[in-house]
Every structure is written in structure tokens, then in C-alpha cells.
């Protein structure tokens, strides 16, 4: 089992930035997938970005394209999400998560991912004003 702690959450206004981290500890080289997912009141939970490690693969929300990055720089560090030129759509919980299911690869961020990942965070919230 792995345990994930998120931060770096926080207010901003609409065009700014945030760098959230997720920190990893327990097993964690059993992770095949670490990824980030958000949840927005009265809407269901979606994935933002997941990195598959073994090639590596990331994949992003279409959502974010362009303005998030995850990354990780070795089993032993964070995993990061930068998040840049925020919405106010982007008010959310952000949660990190980690699988150790290969259907992780494949599920990428599609509807059913989360229930590919077996370890998660409590979540950061990030709130973007317009």
C-alpha cells in the first residue's frame, strides 16, 4: 500500500498558477500509475493527468492541454502537477492517486480510471477566481 499526501493547493485568480505536489510513501515501487484527479461540487470526479512510469506515458484531460504538466523525477520524489493560466472551472478537490493495476495504462482518464487506482490522497483544494 501506498500513502499520498497532496498540498500546494490554494486560491489564485483566474491566469495564474499553482504547483501542487503529492508526497509518496509505503511501497512505493509497486506503482505501475500515479495520477491527478479533481472533483467540483455536484460533479463527478475527473481525471486531470496520469503518468504510466514503466514507458513512460502521460496523458492529459483535454481540459488542460497545454497548461498542466505532471511529473515526477524519481520514485523517491513528488509527484507534481503544474498547473498554469487557471480557470475558474478549475475550482476543484484535487486528488493524487497511485495504481498498481495495469489497467491503469489503458484506462488512461477515461470515465472508469479512478477505479484503476487503489492508493489516494485526502485531496488540496484549489479555488480560481475570476
Known amino acids: 500500500q501506498v500513502q499520498l499526501v497532496e498540498s500546494g493547493g490554494g486560491s489564485v485568480q483566474a491566469g495564474g498558477s499553482l504547483r501542487l505536489s503529492c508526497a509518496a510513501s509505503g511501497n512505493i515501487y509497486s506503482s505501475l500509475c500515479m495520477g491527478w484527479f479533481r472533483q467540483a461540487p455536484g460533479k463527478e470526479r475527473e481525471g486531470v493527468a496520469r503518468?504510466?512510469?514503466?514507458?513512460?506515458?502521460?496523458v492529459y484531460a483535454d481540459s488542460v492541454k497545454g497548461r498542466f504538466t505532471i511529473s515526477r523525477d524519481g520514485a523517491n520524489n513528488p509527484l507534481y502537477l503544474q498547473m498554469g493560466s487557471l480557470k475558474p472551472e478549475a475550482t476543484a478537490m484535487y486528488y493524487c492517486?497511485?495504481?498498481?493495476?495495469?489497467?491503469?495504462?489503458?484506462?488512461?482518464?477515461?470515465?472508469?480510471?479512478?477505479?484503476?487506482?487503489?492508493?489516494w490522497g485526502r485531496g488540496t483544494q484549489v479555488t480560481v477566481s475570476s
Open positions: 492517486a497511485a495504481s498498481t493495476r495495469v489497467a491503469c495504462y489503458s484506462g488512461a482518464l477515461s470515465t472508469r480510471a479512478g477505479n484503476y487506482y487503489n492508493s
Open positions: 503518468i504510466y512510469f514503466p514507458t513512460p506515458h502521460i
